[in-house]
């Protein structure tokens, strides 16, 4: 009994040591990581605090900036025991989500649950309307139209993702990104996320468009699986 104590111990001070390396920045929370601490020895405690990390119609907005290694519009980094749903983040064009290693619209660090998640443009009825009414005019670089806002992702991270910049074993379902995902200092780009790691996708479509330097893609900059 001692010693499965003494391990749990140990898994918490491991945990905590690797999220410590790196600083975590988002527009609601910075590290949702209820897992990393060890259980206590109340059922119903522990029963209450999985219960809180369950959070839903979170929303950020307006003309904020966000600077810090691993960004997110809401979150910086969402454990796995993290269960996330019916949240949005609505951009503005002075919007600025600036991280130097890994960027996300909705989560910079993704290992929880997101469903029914949006990462939107402030005006989106009207940037459709305008994309509609010029659709014959693309092709002609002189034309002035409004496609949403361009200088959301700051910074030079190595990472960045419409949803979320990295997805390590983590589920994205029923969720949509229709802002741009751009930055070309960043070397992996990707409409959805920029690189997904054994993570989990269901019905999810993006309409923005993605640049980058090195591997950009409609929905995944990389994939390691």
Do not use: W
């Not at 040591?17 to 059922?43: H, M, R, W």
């Not at 960004?71 to 919007?95: E, H, I, P, Q, W």
């Not at 029914?116 to 005006?123: E, F, M, S």
């Amino acid at each position: 009994m001692a010693s499965e104590k003494k391990n749990k111990f140990g898994n918490f001070l491991l945990n905590l040591v690797l999220i410590a390396f790196f600083s975590y920045a988002g527009g609601i929370v910075g590290i949702c990581a209820n897992d990393k601490f060890p259980e206590t020895s109340t059922p119903d405690t522990n029963a209450i605090r999985k219960e809180m990390y369950r959070l839903r119609r979170l929303s950020t907005t307006g003309d904020i900036s966000i600077k810090g290694e691993v960004v997110g519009g809401l979150f910086g980094y969402l454990s796995s025991s993290s269960n996330v749903s019916d949240c949005d983040l609505t951009v503005t064009n002075a919007m600025s989500l600036s991280g130097s290693r890994i960027t996300g619209g909705f989560v910079g660090h993704n290992e929880g649950a997101l469903k029914n998640c949006i990462v939107v443009n402030q005006d989106q009825d009207d940037i459709d309307k305008d994309i509609m009414n010029n659709t014959h005019r693309y092709d002609n670089a002189t034309q002035d139209y409004n496609i949403g806002c361009q200088n959301l992702f700051g910074g030079n991270a190595m990472f960045i993702g419409g949803i979320a910049g990295i997805n390590l074993g983590g589920l994205i379902e029923r969720s949509y990104n229709r802002v741009n995902v751009a930055n070309k200092e960043s070397l992996y780009a990707g409409g959805i996320v920029g690189l997904s790691i054994k993570g989990q996708y269901k019905y999810l479509y993006v309409t923005s468009s993605v640049q980058g330097y090195s591997a950009i893609g409609g929905m995944f900059g990389v994939i390691l699986d």
